[in-house]
């Protein structure tokens, strides 16, 4: 590809991902898959050109606006040319002429863009500080009450490139194995510092085409989201479930930690994420999973296991403001249902799936939110009206790797700035021995209709 016809796929995709609100890597994979002929360099090219747009788009639109001109993939990839990547106007105005598979000649809006935008750098004194941190408007206060003077450094860190983790699995290698296995196919990985199963790899190696990834080896998953799954502490005969299994990241980790003895419930509102859940089962050996599609968190099945499991791992739906080093086009995305609906959809899937709890047994709650309201607030909501479950502090619940790691407080938290991990909340409890009577007695009480489920 010229770079000219780069910047005209990376022009049809950023309208693709504007015109629809799925996440942009499910966009860009797909992008590819539908352009099969477009090589492996061009695409790492072209993505390249769209995430760098994404991880800026705060700062690129504010210079837009600054000189007067709409937000079009074509404006805003001329800008990132100049201000990001540090291009000359001149140099890439002569990209833009028209020729076979390039973009169109600029119009004057655009040309004016340019001018304007020619031997600045994409950061300005006079943008808020927010902004220049690319944090939306609706997360700003609580982020800034999150973190209070931590507020820049912890943003700061949420704007470069989340790390490529994978996490052994150990029912086919250990974490050495798998190492050595990259190492021969020339990657090169070390291991994690928190998860004992994982694995950081240097740079960006496509490591899902690798024979170790198709035998089931391991699987892509970031730390953070090894150290919720590890947090239940899963053991082999066990009766488990996670309740918002979506794809099924979390699923792979405790069944795999299980050594196919006993049974993993993988269950969520939406059908079509564990359906592809399934693939990732088997490639992994795994058959003590069991598929389970709920109507709602009340769907009738709960009620009907009530106090039958040892472990319930909520990874509920959330802001997802701790992954923005990961998925940047979530930062100025709409919400989806927004944090007034997602509050009480999550104490209501707390609420529900607790009942599912046995007794001696572990309700696991965890977001890959940083905001309180989302993590501490929802886990003393739920204590406050749940006498019968405790908080085990989280050094207790994995003493044997938590309580080296620089994780202060009773729950898990996260962030890119301190774990150098996706930002991710976890809160272990237990339901007490003897508290059984009382919580039964309250727990099935509010019947009400549900919210709809959000695909979050
Ligand atoms: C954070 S994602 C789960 C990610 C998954 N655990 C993983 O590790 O790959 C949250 C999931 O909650 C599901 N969900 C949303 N509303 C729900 C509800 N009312 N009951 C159960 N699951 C729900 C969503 O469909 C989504 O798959």
Redesign the pocket.
């Known amino acids: 590809m010229t770079p000219a016809a780069r910047i005209q796929a990376a022009i049809d995709l950023l309208s693709e991902i504007e015109a629809t609100p799925r996440p942009a890597d499910a966009l860009v994979s797909q992008f590819f898959r539908n352009r099969r002929y477009i090589g492996a360099k061009d695409r790492q090219g072209v993505a390249g050109l769209v995430y760098s747009v994404l991880r800026h788009r705060g700062r690129l639109g504010w210079w837009l606006d600054r000189c007067n001109v709409m937000p079009t993939p074509r404006a805003l990839l001329l800008a990132e040319a100049v201000l990001v990547q540090g291009r000359r106007a001149d140099s890439v105005s002569g990209l833009f002429n028209g020729a076979k598979f390039g973009p169109e000649p600029l119009n004057d809006s655009e040309r004016r863009l340019l001018k304007a935008v020619d031997t600045h750098t994409i950061d300005h004194p006079k943008q808020p500080e927010a902004l220049a941190l690319e944090v939306p408007e609706w997360a700003e206060a609580p982020l800034r009450a999150a973190f209070g003077d931590r507020f820049h450094a912890e943003m700061a860190a949420m704007l470069g490139e989340a790390p490529l983790d994978l996490r052994a699995n150990p029912l086919k290698a250990a974490r050495e194995q798998v190492q050595a296995a990259l190492a021969e196919a020339g990657v090169t990985a070390a291991p994690t510092g928190l998860s004992p199963l994982g694995l950081r790899v240097q740079g960006r190696a496509p490591v899902s085409a690798l024979p170790a990834f198709r035998e089931g080896l391991f699987e892509i998953q970031d730390e953070g989201?090894q150290l919720v799954?590890l947090l239940a502490d899963p053991r082999p005969g066990m009766q488990v479930v996670?309740?918002?299994?979506?794809?099924?990241?979390?699923?792979l980790a405790i069944a795999a930690m299980m050594d196919n003895k006993g049974r993993v419930v993988a269950?969520?509102?939406?059908e079509g994420?564990l359906t592809r859940a399934k693939e990732r089962f088997r490639r992994a050996g795994l058959h003590n999973i069991e598929t389970r599609a709920?109507s709602?968190?009340r769907d009738p099945w709960v009620k009907r296991h009530k106090g039958k499991f040892d472990r319930v791992?909520v990874?509920?739906?959330?802001s997802?403001t701790g992954t923005w080093r990961r998925n940047p086009d979530s930062r100025w995305r709409p919400l989806g249902p927004g944090l007034a609906e997602l509050l009480p959809?999550q104490a209501?899937?707390l609420d529900s799936a607790a009942r599912l709890v046995r007794p001696g047994g572990r309700l696991v709650y965890a977001?890959?939110s940083l905001l309180p309201e989302e993590n501490e607030r929802q886990v003393e909501a739920f204590l406050a009206n749940h006498p019968a479950f405790r908080l085990l502090p989280v050094a207790e619940a994995w003493p044997e790797n938590l309580g080296a790691a620089p994780v202060t407080g009773d729950t898990l938290r996260l962030t890119p700035a301190r774990h150098d991990t996706d930002g991710f909340f976890a809160a272990v409890m237990v339901r007490e021995e003897a508290a059984e009577a009382t919580e039964a007695a309250t727990s099935d009480a509010a019947g009400t209709e549900?919210?709809p489920?959000?695909?979050?």
Do not use: W
């Open positions: 989201s799954a996670d309740f918002c299994a979506g794809a099924g990241g979390k699923t269950s969520d509102v939406l994420r709920l709602s968190e791992v990874d509920a739906p959330c997802g959809l209501a899937i977001t890959c549900p919210p489920a959000a695909d979050v």
